[in-house]
Nanobody, 124 residues
Framework: QVQLVESGGGLVQAGGSLRLSCAAS????????MGWFRQAPGKEHEFVAA????????SYADSVKGRFTISRDNAKNTVNLQMNSLKPEDTAVYYC?????????????????WGQGTQVTVSS
């Protein structure tokens, strides 16, 4: 079992930045691919970014490429999402998730554990 707790959400103006963090506990954190997803009202979970267990490989949704950066610290059992140049369409609940996968996963069913989510609201 892996427990995930997100933090860092909030209200920001368009063009601003936020840094989300996810703290993991339980099984060996470094064994898991870590991902961030988001869900806007009335929409499905949307893939945002993912990072391999080693941190060497990353993947981003086209909508956030060049603006968001995912990183992880296996010594601290944390994964972060730096979000810059935020847009109103980035408004959503952001979820951290862990996948027991040998390769980067970009679809929700491949993720085994999920956090409770943190709200990000970008005003225009």
């Amino acid at each position: 079992q892996v427990q995930l707790v997100e933090s860092g959400g909030g209200l920001v103006q368009a063009g601003g930045s936020l840094r989300l963090s996810c703290a993991a506990s339980g099984r060996t954190f470094s064994n898991y691919v870590m991902g961030w997803f988001r869900q806007a009202p009335g929409k499905e979970h949307e893939f945002v970014a993912a990072i391999s267990w080693s941190g060497v490989s990353t993947s981003y949704a086209d909508s956030v490429k060049g603006r968001f950066t995912i990183s992880r610290d296996n010594a601290k059992n944390t994964v972060n999402l730096q979000m810059n140049s935020l847009k109103p369409e980035d408004t959503a609940v952001y979820y951290c998730a862990a996948a027991a996968s040998p390769i980067i996963a970009t679809t929700p069913p491949l993720y085994n554990y999920w956090g409770q989510g943190t709200q990000v609201t970008v005003s225009s």
